[in-house]
């Protein structure tokens, strides 16, 4: 089933007088991992984050043109409930660190105040932490406070905490730039493991990266989407000059 | 063997040293001096007697300071509900609204605030809730109290939660929590020691004021509990009976001094240990 589940037109989004993302045309199809990449300050972290509205969060910030998800305009649902099917991960591990592991899996419905009989919230705990191949690593330790785990182990922590929300669509604002090679690799698997469910949408300013797990690249510009396409295609045959420039390393 | 000018400013150096431990050292004799003093003169005048009865008339022997006791202690927890729950979301707003006007001109109030002499605030307190209610108070003692402990419990939180990562916020707001969720469910416990501090350190800062309640609180020679009413506190307490003429109230003044003192030392020990242990580790 190829059906799409993000769909911008015509989208823009600044920072005060600054234009930061330009005219983007984009559709994400289902159960795909798309990487966006681009030089740094070409707007990809921007336009991410205007897909769960987090980019208004920021004093001084607009954003216009048509945002879907499954053609309902995300501009026109309130944040919260954006929020709940978009979940987001970000570039540093950021667990909440008063609570143990336990509480961060569910941060989501605890803090929101949802109540669950106990039970079911040892289900979502379990299963999400197994979604992220963390369980065994952490099972024995639930009690324990999420700071003290590795940052690649709190990293795949904040993934489980938005896997337990349940989301539509996962993002990732480069989820492996501040961790190392071996728990960078981990992550990466988990991307094939998790779009089973879900779709993600990853930015990374690393192109093996984008080149290893994606299905779909889209290479941002000066805050244009420059080129869309199969990753395959991306990095053997590129259409754009801009985007070949970019991959063969001409520029960074 | 070194040149004499290398051996001159080693000496210089050497000198400059010593001046600074004797320096530090001084900072330490005043506090040292007053507890001496202060307990020299009270420890003998506590006992149980002294802490549950009241003082006795001139001339006779004993009596106590609990009504002072039980006086403070209500016009401070008093005060504290007042000005902890204000003070704390002033605090959550400024950290939140760093640029906006309104901002502005509420760091800048309390700021002043901060430095208002405490008798000025008695003033005032006197002319808003004294006179209109036509008697002296408890409760407006309560609420000139509460006036200073404000800026000291609001710029507290504000810095405390200033320094929490915006990555925190982020993190919660995309899980989908409404804005006072992320406050109290997060941003709050997360930075609960700093803000805690603030609190018992502006609850030590008012143990001992003594202006603000001379006319509103009032004092009373009575064990009294109504809030409507004047009530005794302990350095109300001091002031009146130091400065009389009798040697049984000026004892009764010693040991009020020395647990008082007591208080506010403690409430500063207690303040540390507190802060060290719900530190959340970022």
């Known amino acids: 089933m190829e059906s799409t589940v993000i769909k911008s037109r015509n989208f823009n989004a600044s920072f005060g007088s600054n234009h930061v993302v330009k005219n983007v045309n984009i559709d994400i199809p289902r159960n795909h991992v798309i990487a966006v990449m681009g030089p740094s300050g070409c707007g990809k972290t921007t336009y991410l984050r205007c897909i769960n509205r987090m980019h208004e969060l920021i004093p001084g910030a607009s954003s216009s043109g048509e945002m879907k998800l499954n053609d309902e305009d995300v501009y026109q649902m309130h944040p919260i409930f954006v929020r709940l099917k978009i979940g987001m991960v970000f570039q540093r591990p950021n667990p909440f660190p008063n609570l143990s592991i336990y509480d961060n899996v569910i941060a989501g419905y605890k803090l929101n105040g949802i109540k669950l009989p106990k039970a079911e919230r040892d289900r979502i705990v379990e299963h999400s932490l197994t979604r992220v191949a963390l369980w065994n690593e952490v099972k024995d330790s639930l009690n324990k406070k999420g700071s003290f785990l590795s940052g690649g182990q709190q990293q795949r922590l904040c993934i489980a905490r938005a896997v337990a929300m349940e989301p539509e669509v996962l993002l990732f604002d480069e989820p492996t730039s501040a961790l190392d090679p071996i728990s960078t690799s981990t992550v990466e698997e988990l991307f094939h493991e998790l779009k089973v469910n879900y779709t993600l949408i990853i930015v990374t300013h690393n192109m093996q990266q984008a080149a290893r797990v994606s299905d779909k690249t889209a290479f941002f510009f000066m805050g244009e989407l420059v080129e869309y396409d199969d990753t395959k295609i991306m990095f053997t045959n590129p259409k754009d000059n801009r985007t070949q420039n970019y991959i063969t390393g001409r520029f960074s | ?282």
């Open chain 2, 1 to 282: 063997m070194q040149p004499s000018h290398v051996k001159y400013r080693l000496g210089k150096s050497y000198g400059f040293q010593i001046l600074t431990y004797i320096l530090a050292f001084a900072c330490v004799v005043p506090l040292i001096a007053i507890l001496f003093f202060i307990i020299k003169a009270g420890v003998t005048k506590i006992n149980w007697h002294f802490l549950v009865n009241i003082p006795k008339p001139v001339g006779e022997t004993g009596g106590g300071i609990a009504n002072a006791l039980v006086g403070s202690i209500l016009i401070i927890l008093v005060a504290s509900v007042i000005a902890i729950p204000i003070g704390i979301m002033a605090g959550v707003y400024l950290s939140e609204n760093r640029k906006s006007r309104l901002a502005y001109w509420c760091r800048l109030s309390t700021d002043i605030l901060q430095g208002v002499p405490s008798i000025v605030i008695g003033i005032v307190a006197y002319f808003w809730l004294v006179k209109p209610f036509g008697k002296f108070s408890a409760l407006s003692g309560s609420a000139a109290l509460a006036i200073m402990m404000l800026p000291i419990v609001i710029r507290s939180t504000e810095e405390t939660l200033k320094l929490l990562p915006d990555s925190l916020k982020e993190a919660a707001l995309a899980l989908g929590m409404p804005f006072h969720r992320v406050i109290f469910k997060v941003i709050i416990p997360v930075g609960v020691s700093g803000i805690l501090s603030g609190v018992m350190l502006s609850i030590a800062r008012i143990t001992g004021e003594t202006a603000p309640l001379l006319f509103t609180a009032f004092g009373n020679p009575y064990l009294s509990t109504k809030l409507t009413q004047p009530m005794q506190s302990l350095p109300l307490l001091i002031f009146n009976y130091a400065t009389s003429p009798y040697n049984e109230w000026h004892d009764l003044a010693w040991g009020a001094s020395l647990i008082l003192l007591v208080w506010v030392l403690f409430l500063n020990i207690f303040t540390k240990i507190v802060t060290r242990k719900w530190k959340v580790q970022l």
